[in-house]
């Protein structure tokens, strides 16, 4: 543990390795290029919380939040940077988002995970056939804003806000895809609010999270440089590259395959 950091919860005065870190700094750079174009990068970063650094579920929960906030910012920076951040027609669901990631952080710190992330599963099964049903809604290259019905909206964006709130995993997945499939973003476009959206929200859930007693800023800390470079190289290359809806598109189906495997133990059945 860094000398200047003193916790008085012993779950936070967990010694760390000089190793542990260096897995931290590179885990953290591929979950923010990967949360950039598609999400669900805290996957990555929460195993490594977890299974490598050894802290317990709700600590790795607030301490994943530090590079969270740091590489959306990052990423959202870049995209406005290049022109694909259009914060124009994204008011209503950046309000509702924020309200429901309020609740979730609220709900976050006082019970498990361990059964949300028994839905998560199953919605990630409802996300593939989306995304390999209708291609083309996911690659066309410039956004077509559709206004969204505010008895649609509201539920939704409160949803998914409750959603990223709570435990973040999966959020950037589902946002884009409500972003593509609902309001109509590209891609591009629909990666630059949801970086936006996320940091935004992610900074207050990191002070609830911190007030609460419930993150390790040193850990944090070498997590988010991995993970903000990742987000910012990412972000550019993404603004500028033709192919960057294509590989943002596949990328995603990826991730979603292999998270699906992984929370089925289909790796385990192989092993045998």
Do not use: C
Request: hydrophobic letters at 55%.
């Amino acid at each position: 543990m860094a000398p200047w950091l003193k916790y008085a919860n012993p779950q936070l005065a967990l010694m760390i390795e000089w190793y542990q870190y260096v897995i931290a700094i590179a885990g953290g750079a591929l979950a923010g290029a990967i949360n950039t174009l598609a999400g669900n990068g805290s996957a990555i970063t929460l195993s490594i919380l977890t299974e490598v650094m050894g802290l317990p579920g709700n600590i790795a929960n607030g301490t994943n939040r530090i590079g969270v906030f740091t590489q959306s910012s990052a990423g959202s920076y870049a995209f406005y940077r290049n022109g694909k951040l259009d914060l124009t027609h994204g008011k209503q669901n950046i309000f509702w988002t924020v309200i429901g990631a309020l609740l979730g952080v609220f709900v976050a710190i006082r019970v498990s995970n361990e059964q949300f992330l028994f839905v998560f599963k199953y919605l990630m099964i409802a996300m593939l056939f989306v995304m390999l049903v209708k291609p083309k809604r996911w690659l066309k290259e410039k956004s077509e804003y559709h206004p969204v019905k505010w008895w649609i909206a509201i539920p939704v964006y409160l949803a998914l806000g409750f959603y990223g709130g709570f435990i973040q995993m999966g959020m950037g997945i589902f946002y884009l895809a409500t972003m593509v499939l609902v309001a109509r973003y590209s891609m591009v476009e629909g990666n630059a609010l949801k970086s936006f959206v996320v940091a935004l929200y992610t900074l207050i859930v990191l002070l609830i999270f911190q007030y609460k007693g419930l993150v390790r800023w040193d850990v944090g800390i070498i997590l988010a440089i991995g993970q903000t470079l990742g987000g910012w190289y990412t972000a550019k290359f993404a603004s500028k590259s033709p192919m960057a809806n294509k590989i943002a598109y596949w990328l995603l189906i990826s991730i979603v395959l292999i998270v699906l495997a992984r929370m089925f133990h289909f790796f385990d059945f192989l092993s045998q």
